[in-house]
């Protein structure tokens, strides 16, 4: 299969999987950090959870044979390890090694899928926010003086959060008078890590 292995490189905000779409690749994540989200029926979107490095995707749409069921987007540059869906169905389908390691990393994301749903049900807003704002920063940005700006619309993340935009403007401020964030003009910047680390515990990692 060494043969086969292609190095692929997705930038900041290209999709490496587009919801309902045919996928051609199998990917293992090898640098850096992707988002999954739904697409729900009223055309919003909602925020599943976060691939980092030795995470398999494309494993549900092989073994289904299904179009992609949700969209990957690269957070930061990301590089992965690519073998073309053919040669898998070619080489690989019938191979009991693959397929167990294809069967734990199905039961892992069934796992995290049911969490997933706990985190939007029962947690409130400000912890999801803290815990999203962590995982989207990358170390360089955690290593400046600004401490993590999230250049994101805030219209996205609330749907992505699946809250209504005054909700996310309300915790907004509460974090700010708590100086553990800041705004600057669209962006949030994090004062405080330590702080907002505490407030979102390993939600979205």
């Not at 389908?93 to 706990?118: P, Q």
């Not at 926010?129 to 619309?153: F, H, N, P, Q």
């Amino acid at each position: 299969m060494t043969t086969h292995m292609e190095i692929h490189i997705f930038e900041k905000g290209e999709l490496v999987y587009r919801s309902n779409e045919e996928i051609e690749y199998f990917y293992f994540l090898v640098k850096g950090k992707c988002k999954v989200y739904t697409l729900l029926q009223n055309g919003k979107s909602l925020l599943l959870r976060f691939y980092n490095p030795l995470m398999v995707m494309g494993d549900l749409e092989f073994i289904s044979e299904s179009t992609a069921n949700c969209n990957v987007e690269a957070v930061h540059s990301c590089t992965f390890i690519g073998i073309s869906l053919d040669v898998i169905r070619k080489y690989a389908k019938d191979d009991a090694i693959f397929l167990r390691h294809i069967c734990k990393s199905l039961s892992e994301k069934l796992a995290t899928s049911a969490v997933s749903n706990s985190i939007n049900l029962l947690y409130p807003l400000e912890n999801r926010l803290a815990s999203y704002m962590l995982a989207i920063s990358s170390e360089e940005d955690l290593s400046t003086s600004l401490k993590g700006i999230v250049a994101e619309r805030f219209t996205e993340i609330a749907e992505l959060l699946g809250t209504s935009y005054r909700h996310l403007l309300r915790i907004i401020n509460k974090l700010c008078d708590q100086k553990i964030i800041a705004r600057n003009g669209n962006s949030l910047v994090i004062l405080d890590y330590e702080r907002l680390e505490n407030l979102a515990g390993d939600l979205y990692q």
